[in-house]
């Protein structure tokens, strides 16, 4: 294991835990919690993102709960390098989940961060200043608390008279008074990592739950006259933890409103409806675009400026110029759109699709792995795949690229200015040369030549055409 360059103090070195074994009954899924996403992204990929903000030594991930789809959403967001995952084979509670941990932590001499996978929107410069607070206390464990209105379900934070910390009472073990705390535990904290383990031994799951609770360590380390130091947040929802679908929901509508409020004020885009409007927090949206309701920009899109994208249209991964419009119902994924461009309604760009500027896509036509030359336009009833096509060309009403013949793709190349008339079946694989036309319900079989008509079934040559 590498140190990271420069940290040579014990304290400063920084390793992060992740607890992310559990299935989360209250989610009522087959799908482990940490897998359900939010923003478009699992939740504990957006812990993962916070977690490697803060430059640790290495995040370790505890697994158990679908453990290769977890580990690979987690090896998607931070990489291969950062990542190590430490499997806790049975759920036996937050204590034993660390104790797993145990043999690639004992000897490590850091500071140990956990968080937890289900609490997504928690911020770097929180998580510092709560590392700031240990560090600056001395302290063998700080936890991060919050005040809450109502604090059902949460462990509570006990005081002694003099409000110095006492222990963490879980909801299911406290008695009547101990309820009445405000004060919870957010189930993020820091600790030396020694005393951690030293501590976690002694945790017995004598409970109601008969768990291993990991909230029993500040009790423990407090009552051996350790300094168990307390950073209390001011903002509750950031720490707070995904347990339903409908928190989830929150969560969603929360970061949505967040998004396009930023878009509005800091970006100059205009939403019809802002609040029926779906834009990834990933994705940019150029100034003076006009975004209509029932729209969704997905991923890391980025459109230029002065787009407009009316109802109903889905836009994922995908890159579009300045001044494009995108009509009603359009499906774009994984493809790129030049300036001045217009596309729909009804059509479907997919899998790495590409217009040149002023080129034009109409109503129901489909473009996959294809591109459109500049001011080239296929307007009705299209399917165009693995083809490439020039400029100033005109795909007619009903046109179909015969890509598959059932084992294998090929490709169609139309050249520039060429003319296809309505209906033509292009079997590839086929080229069609510059300035040529096809007949209508042509089924075109062979290359055609440069400045030539052809048309009938198998289309066959009827004359040279006259080059301009
Ligand atoms: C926990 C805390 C509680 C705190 C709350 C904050 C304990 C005992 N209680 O309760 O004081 O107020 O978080 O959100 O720690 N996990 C494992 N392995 C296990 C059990 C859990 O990896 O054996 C993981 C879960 O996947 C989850 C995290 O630990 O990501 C927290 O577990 P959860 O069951 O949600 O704890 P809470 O009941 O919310
Ligand atoms: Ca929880």
């Not at 579009?320 to 030049?338: E, P």
Request: proline fraction near 3%.
């Amino acid at each position: 294991m590498t140190e990271n360059p420069g940290r040579t103090e014990s304290q400063a070195t920084l390793d992060i835990l992740i607890l992310a074994a559990g299935l989360g009954t209250r989610m009522k899924s087959s799908r482990a919690k940490v897998l359900h996403k939010l923003g478009g992204r699992p939740l504990i990929a957006h812990v993962c993102r916070t977690a490697a903000l803060l430059s640790p030594r290495r995040i370790y991930v505890i697994v158990g709960y679908q453990a290769s789809d977890v580990r690979a959403a987690v090896e998607k967001e931070i990489g291969i390098d950062q990542a190590a995952f430490i499997n806790q084979s049975e759920q036996r509670g937050t204590g034993d989940a660390v104790a797993a941990a145990r043999s690639a932590l004992d000897g490590a001499k850091s500071t140990v961060l956990i968080l937890s996978g289900d609490v997504p929107l928690v911020r770097a410069e929180t998580l510092r200043a709560l590392l700031e607070k240990h560090h600056a206390d001395k302290a063998s464990c700080t936890m991060l608390t919050v005040r809450l209105e109502n604090p059902a379900g949460y462990g509570r934070i006990a005081r002694a008279e003099d409000s110095s910390f006492l222990k963490i009472v879980e909801q299911k073990d406290a008695s009547v008074e101990e309820r009445q705390i405000r004060e919870i535990n957010a189930g993020i904290y820091c600790f030396d990592s020694k005393k951690l383990f030293a501590a976690l031994e002694r945790v017995q799951p004598t409970n109601s739950q008969g768990e291993y609770y990991l909230t029993d360590v500040p009790g423990i380390l407090r009552d051996d006259q350790e300094q168990v130091s307390v950073y209390q947040h001011p903002d509750a929802r950031e720490v707070s933890g995904v347990n339903t679908r409908a928190e989830l929901a929150e969560f969603e509508n929360l970061l949505r409103r967040g998004t396009i409020r930023r878009l509005m004020l800091d970006g100059g885009v205009t939403f019809i409806d802002p609040s029926h409007a779906y834009i990834s927090n990933e994705a940019e949206v150029g100034r003076d675009c006009v975004i209509h309701p029932d729209v969704h920009i997905e991923g890391k899109s980025v459109l230029g400026e002065g787009c407009e994208i009316y109802h109903g249209a889905r836009i994922t991964d995908s890159r579009l110029g300045n001044r494009v419009t995108v009509k009603d119902h359009c499906v774009i994924v994984d493809s790129d759109i030049a300036d001045n461009c217009a596309v729909g309604p009804f059509a479907h760009l997919r899998m790495n699709a590409r217009m040149e500027e002023h080129s034009v896509v109409g109503n129901f036509v489909e473009v996959k792995k294809s591109r459109l030359g500049r001011r080239t336009k296929s307007m009705h009833l299209t399917y165009l795949g693995d083809a490439t096509i020039g400029e100033h060309t005109n795909i007619g009403a009903g046109t179909v690229t015969c890509n598959y013949d059932g084992k294998q793709k090929h490709p169609t190349v139309i050249e520039d200015h060429v003319r296809i008339g309505s209906d033509t079946m292009l079997v590839a694989p086929v080229r069609v040369g510059s300035g040529a036309v096809t007949a209508a319900g042509s089924v075109v079989t062979e290359d055609v030549p440069p400045h030539t008509l052809v048309a009938g079934v198998p289309a066959k040559v009827k004359k040279k055409l006259d080059e301009q």
